[in-house]
């Protein structure tokens, strides 16, 4: 089993480009969450999925969008990349249950000129 | 609000010096606190999960506990391979699939 992975590993945006990041896992788990860490700041999630069809806000989620294609991806899409949004994004999946582990991917660096 | 505090942000050990990672955390109620390790470059790696207060657990040289306000993750003789940051996380009982993050304790191991 690959886990979680992430596409792409590095990206450079130029304010106000748009881009999609790519999360899928192969695990068959139920949950989605995408996350950004910044340095100084602990991870903050931006957008989950409890369950295919569903979608929530969770605490940074403005200048974002996602989509959960299907069981195994999850996208996180910037409409207009700011500068703001440069970070790391961290895509994570767990099985169902309420304590479930989270497991996460390898990261997608992105910087935005 | 949910906070989770940890400390300290970096430490320096000694190869064989035991120490302890301090993660204080406030919730309204534990549903469950998470450990995970991350190298430089990586996703974070989970480590353990621990539900309530008195609970241990360990794996290799890492031994977690908990109690009602804070956990530890104390590292026995740590080894240069021992090196990451190390991240507390915290889910709230009724919270639903959230989770808290503290900043992490950066440790390195030295020979």
């Known amino acids: 089993n690959a886990g979680v992975t992430q596409t792409p590993k590095f990206q450079v945006l130029k304010t106000g480009q748009s881009m999609t990041l790519q999360c899928a896992q192969d695990m068959n788990h139920n949950s989605m969450y995408w996350y950004r860490q910044d340095p100084g700041m602990g991870l903050r999630l931006i957008y989950y999925?409890?369950?295919?069809?569903?979608?929530d806000k969770g605490e940074v989620p403005n200048g974002y969008n996602v989509s959960r294609l299907n069981k195994r991806e999850f996208s996180l899409r910037l409409e207009s990349a700011a500068p703001s949004q440069t970070s790391v994004y961290f895509c994570?999946?767990?099985?169902?249950?309420?304590?479930?582990?989270?497991?996460f991917g390898p990261g997608t660096r992105l910087t935005v000129l | 609000e949910d906070q989770v505090t940890q400390s300290p942000e970096a430490l320096r050990l000694q190869e064989g010096e035991s120490s302890s990672l301090n993660c204080s955390y406030t919730?309204?109620?534990?549903?469950?606190l998470f450990w995970y390790r991350q190298d430089p470059g990586k996703g974070p790696e989970f480590l353990f999960t621990l539900y309530s207060a008195g609970e241990e657990k360990e794996k290799e040289r890492l031994k977690a506990t908990l109690t009602k306000k804070e956990s530890f993750l104390h590292i026995t003789a740590p080894k240069p391979e021992d090196s990451a940051t190390y991240l507390c996380?915290?889910?709230?009982?009724?919270?639903?699939?959230?989770?808290?993050f503290g900043t992490g304790t950066q440790l390195k191991v030295e020979l």
């Open positions: 994570a999946s767990k099985l169902a249950g309420d304590t479930d582990t989270q497991y």
């Open positions: 996380a915290v889910q709230e009982a009724g919270g639903g699939n959230k989770l808290t």
């Open positions: 999925s409890a369950s295919e069809g569903t979608t």
């Open positions: 919730v309204s109620g534990l549903r469950g």
